[in-house]
Nanobody
Framework: QVQLVESGGGLVQAGGSLRLFCAAS????????MGWFRQAPGKEREFVAT????????YYRDSVKGRFTISRNNARNTVYLQMNSLKPEDTAVYYC???????????????????WGQGTQVTVSS
């Protein structure tokens, strides 16, 4: 079964950086585009970033462009989110997920699969 384990979150001051990790298993990792999502307190989950199957293309929501970088290592079944210049409004639980279908070229947010990990908490103090 699909398993997604996020890590790397923590408490950081505004302007600081964090690197998030997502370890995936239970499916052929390299066949799927991957994405990061986040959910802030009292808010609905929102899309953050997409990376295509081989890591050749990425896409970000406007509010994180220039600050966040998504990457992946298919040999390690891992996707990353480098978060720089963090702002208090970035505070949320961050989740990774796979696209619902394999081999799809993405130009925007992915449609996530049904299986979510526990997420990792990112808190940015002001």
């Amino acid at each position: 079964q699909v398993q997604l384990v996020e890590s790397g979150g923590g408490l950081v001051q505004a302007g600081g950086s964090l690197r998030l990790f997502c370890a995936a298993s239970g499916y052929t990792f390299s066949n799927y585009a991957m994405g990061w999502f986040r959910q802030a307190p009292g808010k609905e989950r929102e899309f953050v970033a997409t990376i295509t199957r081989l890591g050749s293309s990425t896409y970000y929501r406007d509010s994180v462009k220039g600050r966040f970088t998504i990457s992946r290592n298919n040999a390690r079944n891992t996707v990353y989110l480098q978060m720089n210049s963090l702002k208090p409004e970035d505070t949320a639980v961050y989740y990774c997920n796979k696209h619902r279908t394999p081999g799809v070229l993405m130009a925007g947010p992915i449609t996530p699969g049904d299986y979510w990990g526990q997420g990792t908490q990112v808190t940015v103090s002001s």
